[in-house]
């Protein structure tokens, strides 16, 4: 079954260090996500991507944070300068067009230890 | 703007138990989309069930049922005769058919069933 891969599955970092998780969607899905779980909370929406371009972003999705597809396959989401309220694991989803309908398929996440 | 909630932080019953989580959502679309995932303590989100706002027939599959009723904007989880193997948090989700097509998610229910 097709499934969405994430990497790292955990790093750790100084706070204020760059960080890069990366994502490979399932291949012929068009639409991707990054939500953000802090430890025991919610999974929040951080920003949706489409076309090579954002799509929608929640206001947690500030300056410090950007996304971008590189290549055919990858997907990334960036932390310029990582703040100690960064820790959370971090999950990619995509699916397969524009719509409400469509069912997440998830990553297994990456966990951000920021020290 | 779309919200869920989920009144209940935690639920702890015994196994054989019957248990309902419940959710409550808001939205001012006609068209909208309601999800549950369950997140095991490995921490992946699993995808269980997806219902569209025009479609109110409750569904059944095997010990999972859930209620859906737009008068009172709820979308309700029922676990018959519980298994340990059930212990997780159950987030009910909403998204509209607008936008960057996002999916919210509600604050989360932690199950734990014990033997």
């Known amino acids: 079954e097709p499934e969405v891969t994430q990497t790292p599955s955990h790093q750790v970092t100084q706070m204020g260090q760059e960080v890069i998780l990366r994502c490979v969607p399932i291949s012929n899905h068009l639409y991707f996500y990054w939500y953000r779980q802090i430890l025991g909370q919610k999974v929040e929406f951080l920003v949706s991507f489409y076309n090579n371009e954002i799509s929608e972003k929640s206001e947690i999705f500030d300056d410090q944070f950007s996304v971008e597809r590189p290549d055919g396959s990858n997907f990334t989401l960036k932390i310029r300068s990582t703040k100690l309220e960064d820790s959370a694991m971090y999950f990619c989803?995509?699916?397969?067009?524009?719509?409400?309908?469509?069912?997440?398929?998830f990553g297994a996440g990456s966990r951000l230890t920021v020290l | 703007a779309q919200k869920v909630t989920q009144a209940q932080t935690e639920i702890s019953v015994v196994e054989k138990e019957d248990v309902t989580l419940d959710c409550v959502y808001e939205t001012r679309d006609t068209t909208y989309y309601l999800f549950w995932y369950k997140q095991p303590p490995s921490g992946e989100l699993v995808f269980l069930i997806r219902r569209n706002s025009f479609d109110e027939q409750n569904e059944i599959s095997g010990r999972y049922s859930w209620n859906f009723q737009k008068s009172t904007s709820s979308f309700n989880f029922t676990i018959t005769a519980s298994q340990v193997v059930d212990s997780a948090v159950y987030f009910c989700?909403?998204?509209?058919?607008?936008?960057?097509?996002?999916?919210?998610f509600g604050a989360g229910t932690r199950l734990f069933v014990k033997a």
């Open positions: 989803a995509s699916v397969t067009g524009a719509s409400g309908a469509n069912v997440l398929t």
């Open positions: 989700a909403l998204s509209e058919n607008t936008g960057g097509f996002k999916t919210i």
